[in-house]
């Protein structure tokens, strides 16, 4: 009885025992299957987050202050991410901002789109000009070339638009190669994700350095004639600037672009700056340009291009969007509204035009049939005073 017993306990310990191993092996296979399921389904879930895109990016010559520099009005997630570049130039004083649009002495053409605009302005007591062109290549990026006399120097700046002061919303830094600019702008209330921004040179830099705003940038120039940050790669930079000259090619050339990885974008502005590749895409934008442009010829030839390089017949005042536009483009004046009078009061202008054609081309008649009057009473009076056939 007790081996009886003794089997039969063991047998219940037996039986308890396989019971808790099923218990545990089950419970393994259920941590696998979740584990199976986390793995599985995540690039799944991955793949349907959405990525961080731009709902629209309009570049162009749209700050007042700026004649010779570029606007980059992005917005994306609803909300507005501005950055801007301009340049300033250096001979016996700096030059920049406002100080700029009575130095200018080429507007130059302005495509609509943007694919080639130029503009050239004086820096004295140099007379010959510095020349800037750019041409926007996509959505997002813009190259460009400076032409001066060897060895000008030139300061390219970057500043945010919209009185931003830098720190929590946004700011400016210089790259370790010092030949960039990176910039970075946040998002309200969203912390996945910030908008980037690079400018980058092709020359080695002179000077550099961050500011927090461009009125401290430009009494640096002003007062030592070289950018010297004392606060370089402070989160708290509105405004940042690279120093460099031209070139023996008389020529310096940038690239400005917009993203999301500043890494991204220092490889792509670095591929468009290799040599030659600029100055390629800008010789064919403006050669399709001009080809397409109106012209004109016989009496009224040059007038258009006389007409487009005033400074004053290019700026407009855009109530729509608070902004007045340099280089204003055909495209923006599309854009504006153009009252019409009622069309009865266009009839009763044109009969009143007719009415006064009339009396234009009466007087026109009469001014004309006294002059010949004159003439003949001059050659009458000339003949009776020389004794008649003799004259």
Known sequence: ?????????????????????????????????????????????????????????????SDPQAWNGLVFLARARQQPLNFALRAGSQSGTFLDGNEIFNAVSEVGPHAPDGSYCRMSWKNLPREAPVTLEWSRIDERTVVGRFTAAQNFQLVLETYFTDGLQGGSQGFYTIDASKQAVAGERFFDDVFDASVRFVVMVDRPTIGSGVYPSLRQLRDNMNGSGRLVSGIENDSGSATAG?????????????????????????????????AGKIDAILRQKSEEYASRRPRVTGLFEGAAEAIGNSMF?????????????????RRQIEDLATPFPPLTEQHRIVAKVDELMVLCEELESRLYTAATTRCQLLEASLREALGGDAY
């Not at 990885?261 to 468009?272: H, W």
């Open 1 to 61: 009885m007790s081996n009886r017993r003794r089997i039969g306990a063991g047998g219940a310990g037996s039986a308890k025992g396989g019971q808790a191993a099923r218990r545990r092996a089950s419970g393994c296979v259920c941590l696998v299957t979740v584990l199976a399921t986390v793995v599985l389904t995540a690039p799944a879930n991955l793949a349907g987050q959405s990525q961080p895109k731009f709902d629209s990016v309009a570049i162009g010559a």
């Open 242 to 274: 690279l120093e460099f000259v031209t070139g023996p090619a008389e020529s310096a050339h940038f690239v400005a672009t917009l993203g999301w990885s500043q890494d991204n974008l220092v490889k792509r502005a670095q591929s468009l700056l290799e």
């Open 313 to 329: 017949w290019n700026t407009l005042y855009a109530p729509s969007s608070g902004l007045i536009f340099p280089s204003i483009s």
